[in-house]
């Protein structure tokens, strides 16, 4: 699938659409999602074009990679302080994982009890 230079987050990262940004470095940028799913909920987005978690693993640099993943948990410990209570992190890829914006999002979720993984 070929990157969409038009989707949401792409205009986010130019700054064409404002996000709630809690944190940006040179590879990485999250911000809170504009609709929330648990009393936190961030994004945490690489600034390449990569369409997905299948995209970005095959086709990212090793530094990009860490970065990213680095920003994740640096996002949910020091920025947001779910460290010790725990959080969930969850990158949907694709049509069956209901991947709705084409650009690879972590969602970072937090603040209760999540119960299980999926629903049953
Ligand atoms: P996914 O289903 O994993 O692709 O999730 C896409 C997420 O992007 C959803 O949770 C949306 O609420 C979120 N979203 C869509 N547009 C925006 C936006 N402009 N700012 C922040 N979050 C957004």
Redesign the pocket.
């Known amino acids: 699938m070929a990157y969409d230079t038009d989707n ?1 987050f792409a205009r ?1 990262l130019r700054r064409e ?1 404002p ?1 709630k940004t809690v944190y940006e470095d040179d590879h990485a940028l999250a ?5 929330p ?1 648990a009393p936190v909920h961030v ?1 945490v987005i690489p600034k390449g074009a990569y369409v997905s978690m299948d995209d970005f693993s095959a086709n990212a640099s090793a530094e990009e990679i860490a970065a990213l993943f680095r920003a994740v948990g640096h996002v949910a410990r020091d920025v947001l302080g779910l460290a010790e209570a725990g959080y969930r992190i969850l990158a ?1 890829c694709g049509p069956d994982g ?4 084409p650009h690879l ?1 972590i ?1 970072i979720f937090g603040g209760r009890r999540l119960g299980p993984m999926l629903a049953r």
């Not at 209901?98 to 914006?101: A, C, F, L, N, T």
């Open positions: 949401v986010i659409i996000a911000f809170h999602d504009i609709n799913q994004l949907n209901h991947q709705e914006v999002h969602h």
